[in-house]
């Protein structure tokens, strides 16, 4: 079959009216997976579905990212069909903070980290669910077995998202990497009841950039030739990693947008920015020489929050050490992975950074263990507040097989501590999220 269609109806990546390419071009439909040599259609001709995608490099691009729309609410969504239509807070209580959010949340202006008083105000009808980080590691495992049966380049950055690189799959699937990977997210849909977008490539930085363009259930292409002109005006906050600090001082060096980056000499951003600064020469040029590593060894898994406002309130702090020793536990879960040291990350509002570590007697993947002696490392400098950020690590990490297993004199309660935990989540998740609750969560 011809994969060529002439585009003048549909839209590519960026918006533009694909007619604009003036050329004949491989087109899919996202619904039943048909592709076309037809000319202009505006719906699937087989299922009458509007999701066409297509783009003059459809078919000749191979890495892709994979992100799943607002995972932990969704999963909760699928779990409770009375939360479908619904605003839902993945967090703790009042005094917690938000770990996610939905998307009919997110539109009122709540977002993850947000103090959980400050998105009821924004927010009072939502629901708020306590996470089960078990069962959304579950979740990811039955998502990561149906990348598997694609490509074995798969390189998992959380639960909920991943690389892949689909080069040389189209004669073994008998299709190129755009149908298989639309056809991923309809099987996720259909089978495991979680969507997610696409985004694809030649490389990996623009396949992430382009997986966050058209959510939720998006599927969107940035090729070749279309990358320095897609770039030209982007924000360098599109840049993964480049967070509100790292804007902030690139602001003040004049660099607000991709093109204020190509005005510098690749020396004098290594000069100003250190290696960061060769990194942003070539992103600006939408160079990115990584591959997609399925087998690069994982030294440590952590997570952090950077706060919008500094805060020195031990509550609200207390909160997100456990909302990040969850999410640490829960990637290290899913990976059958534990660590025998954890970190505790601060920066406080002088933007002076903290870290302390304690090796533990064995390893632990337990939420509860990474909490309470994140918590111990915490009330060491808890004073030295207030605080832009915080964050929770585990490392020196090996097979999570005799995990948990050694008592410990100094906490004899703690292997019983661990056997509830996974009691507790086992519970979850065959009976629902209410099931039983731990009283921290209540708070």
């Not at 533009?16 to 699937?44: F, K, N, V």
């Amino acid at each position: 079959m011809s994969y060529l269609i002439a585009k003048k109806n549909l839209v590519n990546v960026a918006g533009t009216p694909c007619g604009a390419y003036h050329s004949i071009m491989p087109a899919i439909c996202r619904d039943c997976l048909t592709t076309y040599s037809a000319q202009e259609p505006r719906r699937c001709v087989d299922c009458g579905s509007p999701r066409m995608l297509a783009h003059p490099e459809l078919f000749d691009l191979s890495v892709a990212h994979m992100d799943c729309d607002a995972f932990y609410a969704s999963v909760e969504k699928r779990d409770n069909p009375e939360l479908a239509d619904k605003p839902v807070i993945i967090g703790g209580g009042r005094r917690g903070v938000v770990s996610t959010a939905c998307y009919i949340a997110r539109i009122r202006g709540i977002r993850s980290a947000m103090p959980m008083f400050k998105a009821l105000k924004l927010c009072p009808d939502a629901v708020v669910v306590r996470g089960r980080m078990d069962v959304y590691a579950d979740v990811s495992k039955q998502i990561r077995a149906l990348m598997e049966e694609l490509t074995p380049s798969i390189e998992p950055l959380s639960l909920d998202e991943a690389f892949l690189d689909m080069s040389g799959t189209h004669k073994l699937h008998g299709a190129p990497p755009a149908v298989m990977l639309a056809r991923l997210v309809k099987r996720m849909r259909e089978e495991i009841g979680i969507t997610g977008s696409i985004g694809l490539s030649h490389n990996k930085f623009l396949a992430k950039v382009a997986s966050d363009l058209d959510k939720p259930q998006g599927f969107s292409v940035i090729g070749k030739a279309e990358t320095m002109t897609f770039l030209k005006d982007k924000p360098v906050g599109m840049i993964w990693g480049v967070g509100p600090s790292a804007r902030a001082t690139l602001e003040q060096a004049g660099i607000h947008t991709f093109t204020d980056l190509l005005r510098w000499e690749q020396k004098d951003l290594i000069l100003r920015f250190g290696s960061i600064g060769e990194r942003l020469w070539h992103l600006a040029r939408g160079d990115d020489k990584r591959t997609v590593s399925a087998h690069r060894p994982i030294k440590s898994i952590s997570n952090e929050t950077t706060f919008n406002e500094d805060t020195a309130a031990v509550d609200l702090l207390d909160g997100h050490l456990w909302r990040l020793s969850e999410k640490v536990s829960a990637r290290a879960k899913a990976r059958e992975l534990a660590g025998t040291v954890v970190t505790l990350k601060l920066k406080t509002a002088k933007f002076k950074t903290l870290s302390k570590r304690i090796t533990l007697t064995d390893s632990t993947q337990i939420a509860d263990r990474i909490y309470r002696h994140a918590r111990q490392l915490f009330d060491q400098v808890s004073t030295q507040g207030p605080f832009r950020l915080i964050g929770v690590g585990l490392s020196d990490l090996g097979p999570s097989s005799v995990a948990d297993s050694a008592g410990d004199l100094l906490d004899p309660d703690a292997p019983k501590r661990a056997a509830a935990e996974r009691a507790t989540d086992a519970i979850r998740a065959r009976f629902g999220k209410d099931a039983i609750m731990k009283g921290r969560a209540l708070r």
